[in-house]
């Protein structure tokens, strides 16, 4: 069966500095990953994946994140974090040979971004 | 995203009662998703459909059946509302011929259901 784990409830930072929201996962083959953002009463919001290449994959509002094969992660990754960007992050993973194309989500980390 | 809509946004009922959330899409998607989001255990799949006819149980169904009545409207149904049904509902879309978006799914606002 296959699982995401988002290892932190929370993460806290301070405005400007860099922020980093973890993913690993368990999924037999090579998964797609993503990750998405929910802010309060919105909707999920695609943020970015990956699907094949380069395993630095780049995203909207200046997100990157890293596929590692080896630890079966893909962390979320921010150089410079604005308040704004204080919000619910969920990773997902979709199995390669799902035509369905379900998505598994983490159970979310709240990300606490202080002026 | 404006281009998925859901009916209502907000709806609280007793328990016992049947309650049915309305998913509508403006993309032309020919799948269609039903989530619930409970604090901690992220989303987890109630529901897909790939047109139609086609409709297929997710990860926690019981308790609750779907309509596909087109291919733009997914209704989600609770037969007889508990309080463990509680949750937040997101409806999504997804359309692996979209070129460029082929492996997304886009999410509607939500419908907060609160079962008393």
């Known amino acids: 069966a296959q699982s995401v784990a988002q290892p932190e409830d929370q993460v806290n930072v301070a405005e400007g500095n860099p922020l980093t929201v973890k993913c690993t996962y368990s999924?037999?083959?090579?998964?797609?990953l993503f990750w998405y953002v929910q802010y309060p009463n919105r909707g999920l919001q695609f943020l970015l994946k990956?699907?094949?290449?380069?395993?630095l994959v780049k995203g909207s509002y200046g997100f990157e994140a890293e596929f590692n094969k080896s630890q079966t992660s893909f962390h979320l990754k921010k150089p410079s974090a604005l308040v704004s960007d204080s919000a619910l992050y969920f990773c997902?993973?979709?199995?390669?040979?799902?035509?369905?194309?379900?998505?598994?989500f983490g159970a979310g980390t709240q990300v606490v971004v202080t002026p | 995203d404006a281009d998925v809509t859901q009916t209502p946004r907000n709806r609280i009922t007793k328990t016992g009662k049947r309650i049915m959330l309305e998913c509508s899409q403006t993309?032309?998607?020919?799948?269609m998703y039903w989530y619930r989001q409970d604090p901690g255990l992220g989303l987890r799949l109630i529901y897909y459909?790939?047109?139609?006819?086609?409709?297929n149980k997710g990860e926690i169904s019981d308790g609750y059946s779907v309509s596909r009545q087109a291919q733009a409207k997914f209704s989600l149904s609770l037969e007889s509302a508990i309080p463990n049904q509680t949750a937040l509902y997101f409806c999504?879309?997804?359309?692996?011929?979209?070129?460029?978006?082929?492996?997304?799914?886009?999410f509607g606002p939500g419908t907060r259901l609160t079962v008393l």
């Open positions: 993309k032309g998607h020919d799948r």
């Open positions: 459909s790939f047109d139609v006819k086609d409709i």
């Open positions: 990956y699907i094949t290449g380069d395993n």
């Open positions: 999504a879309t997804s359309d692996p011929l979209w070129a460029g978006s082929e492996y997304e799914q886009f």
């Open positions: 999924v037999s083959g090579n998964p797609y």
């Open positions: 997902a993973v979709r199995a390669r040979g799902d035509s369905w194309g379900k998505l598994q």
